[in-house]
């Protein structure tokens, strides 16, 4: 059974830095490109980054500069570094995979940044 598990949101202040991690379980993490979403209230699902197996990456331009994702096999998680942080990037982030025909999701962790 496929787990992901994300943790390190929180309240953070204009500017500030918060480093959100998702573990998974259940599948051979090393062969998965692994992305980040986010959403906040009244907005579609936006994708922030994607990381792929060889460690490509790759982060949508309202991030860019800002965050940066990263993975740790060994572990078995993915990570995103997030600097400079905007009242705007307040939302639920969630980690994704999509293996074959099933997309598996964690359950989101809460980014608020205050002004």
């Known amino acids: 059974q496929v787990q992901l598990v994300e943790s390190g949101g929180g309240l953070v202040q204009t500017g500030g830095s918060l480093r959100l991690s998702c573990a998974a379980s259940g599948l051979i993490f090393s062969a998965y490109t692994m992305r980040w979403y986010r959403q906040a209230p009244g907005k579609q699902r936006e994708l922030v980054a994607t990381?792929?197996?060889?460690?490509?990456?790759i982060c949508a331009d309202s991030v860019k500069g800002r965050f940066t994702i990263s993975r740790d096999n060994a572990k078995s998680t993915v990570y995103l570094q997030m600097n400079s942080l905007k009242p705007e990037d307040t939302a639920v982030y969630s980690c994704?995979?999509?293996?074959?025909?099933?997309?598996?999701w964690g359950q989101g962790t809460q980014v608020t940044v205050t002004s």
């Open positions: 990381i792929t197996r060889s460690g490509n990456t």
């Open positions: 994704n995979c999509n293996a074959g025909f099933l997309s598996y």
